[in-house]
């Protein structure tokens, strides 16, 4: 199972991105997608999730409402829209896949994510 990110680049504050994660290896629609983030020097924290049928989405509090995750299970791709973006944004952004049964408890903890996408930066000037 590979995953790929892709889409970061640098912004200025107040401006959107939008990342893209493609899957192959494996059946998209079986699992429940994650993004997660890691800024130099912290931990990598949830920024998003959403479950396998598309259904219900959850997000960190700080990106709520302005960040939005997406899929599209016939294209085996995962998207995270990002919108009013601000420096504190400013991370390597990672997606993720799992297909645990709990996933409305655990969507937040990596440690639940069994695949890994290798990240794509993310800079947000001010």
């Known amino acids: 199972v590979q995953l790929q990110a892709s889409g970061g680049g640098l912004v200025q504050a107040g401006e959107s991105l939008r990342l893209s994660c493609t899957t192959s290896g494996g059946t998209f629609r079986n699992w429940h997608m994650g993004w997660f983030r890691q800024a130099p020097g912290k931990e990598r924290e949830f920024v998003a999730g959403i479950r396998r049928s598309g259904d219900v989405t959850y997000y960190g509090d700080y990106v709520r409402g302005r960040f939005t995750i997406s899929r599209l299970n016939y294209q085996n791709t995962l998207y995270l829209q990002m919108n009013s973006l601000k420096p504190e944004d400013t991370a390597v952004y990672y997606c993720?896949?799992?297909?645990?049964?709990?996933?409305?408890?655990?969507?937040?903890?990596?440690?639940?994510?069994?695949?890994w996408g290798k990240g794509t930066q993310v800079t947000v000037s001010s």
């Open positions: 993720a896949a799992t297909s645990t049964a709990s996933y409305s408890v655990y969507y937040s903890n990596t440690e639940m994510y069994g695949y």
